[in-house]
Every structure is written in C-alpha cells, then in structure tokens.
C-alpha cells in the first residue's frame, strides 16, 4: 500500500503564497506520475495540477495556469505544488495522488488515471 502524505497547507490572505508538499512512501516513486486535485466545499474535487514522472511534462487546470507551479524530486520521492497569487476561490483541500499507469512520460487530468490519494491539505485564503 502506497501512503501520500501532504503538507504545507494553511491559511494565508488573498495575494499570498503557499507551497504544498507531498511525499510517497514507495521507493518506486519515479516509475509514476503524480497529481494535484482540490475540493472545495460543496463542489466537486477538480484537477489542479499534474506531472509526468521524469518531470518533463506537466499540465494544469484552468484556475491553476500562470499562478501555480507542479514540480518533483524523484530523489526524495516528493511531489511540490507552488501556488502564487492566490485567490479566495483557492480555498480548498488540496489532495496529491499517484497514477495508475507506468506505460509513459505522460499526465494524467482524471481521477480515473490515479490509484493512490493522499489525505489532503487544507488551504484556506481569506479576501
């Protein structure tokens, strides 16, 4: 069983900066890629975030583009969510998650795609 734990979340005022750490337990860590999700109260988890496992490629939802960062250290089987210029409607907690697949270099956007969650973060930003 594969455990994420996730840390670095907290409150901070609109404008601000956070970043989000998540760190695998498996030494196989490298062979995946992993992923940021988010759920807000009342709304549905979304994608934040995704990296492939070389850390070559990565994707990011809609909210997320130009204000947050998704990077990796394979050496330290940690995953890193650097959020910048956030709003309110950042609040959430935050989930980091490891993909199904070790097929490709690539990242996935789908819950679907992820088998392992982390017990979340919360991130609470106040306007």
């Known amino acids: 069983q594969v455990q994420l734990t996730e840390s670095g979340g907290g409150s901070v005022q609109a404008g601000g900066s956070l970043r989000l750490s998540c760190a695998a337990s498996e030494s196989t860590f490298r062979m995946f890629g992993m992923g940021w999700f988010r759920q807000a109260r009342g709304k549905e988890r979304e994608f934040v975030a995704g990296?492939?496992?070389?850390?070559?490629?990565?994707k990011y939802g809609d909210s997320a583009k130009g204000r947050f960062i998704i990077s990796r250290d394979n050496a330290k089987n940690t995953v890193f969510l650097e959020m910048s210029s956030l709003k309110f409607e950042d609040t959430a907690v935050y989930y980091c998650?490891?993909?199904?697949?070790?097929?490709?270099?690539?990242?996935?956007?789908?819950?679907?795609?992820?088998?392992?969650w982390g017990q979340g973060t919360q991130v609470t930003v106040s306007s």
């Open positions: 998650a490891r993909a199904r697949s070790v097929i490709t270099d690539s990242v996935y956007v789908t819950e679907a795609n992820y088998v392992y």
């Open positions: 990296i492939s496992r070389s850390g070559g490629n990565t």
